[in-house]
């Protein structure tokens, strides 16, 4: 049974940072493709950013682009997402997902694709 997890979400304050961790089981973590996604109240999820497998590619949504950072560690088996200068416009739930597969681009992963339940972030002006 494949789990997704995301942790790290909380209340910050405005221009604050902060690191988002997620954790994949039940498949082989460092053949997929992984992302952040959000999802604003009253709107629908948003790519944030995404990563393929080795780490080699990266693609970042154009809103956030000069804010985030993703990475990964494949020997912990964990996705990172790290965001600096947060705005009250980045309070969201945050979501991680597992694919198959990864493409350049805003719909980054494709395939069998496995989300988390996420976490929440708000940001407080």
């Known amino acids: 049974q494949v789990q997704v997890a995301e942790f790290g979400g909380g209340l910050v304050r405005v221009g604050e940072s902060l690191r988002l961790s997620c954790t994949a089981s039940g498949l082989t973590f460092e053949d997929y493709a992984m992302g952040w996604f959000r999802q604003r109240p009253g709107q629908e999820r948003e790519t944030i950013s995404c990563?393929?497998?080795?780490?080699?590619?990266?693609f970042i949504a154009q809103s956030v682009r000069e804010r985030v950072t993703i990475s990964r560690d494949n020997a912990k088996k964990t996705l990172y997402l790290e965001m600096n200068n947060l705005e009250p416009e980045d309070t969201a739930m945050y979501y991680c997902g597992a694919a198959e597969h990864y493409q350049t681009g805003y719909r980054c992963l494709y395939g069998d694709t496995y989300w988390g339940q996420g976490t929440q972030v708000t940001v407080s002006s």
């Open positions: 990563i393929s497998w080795s780490g080699t590619h990266k």
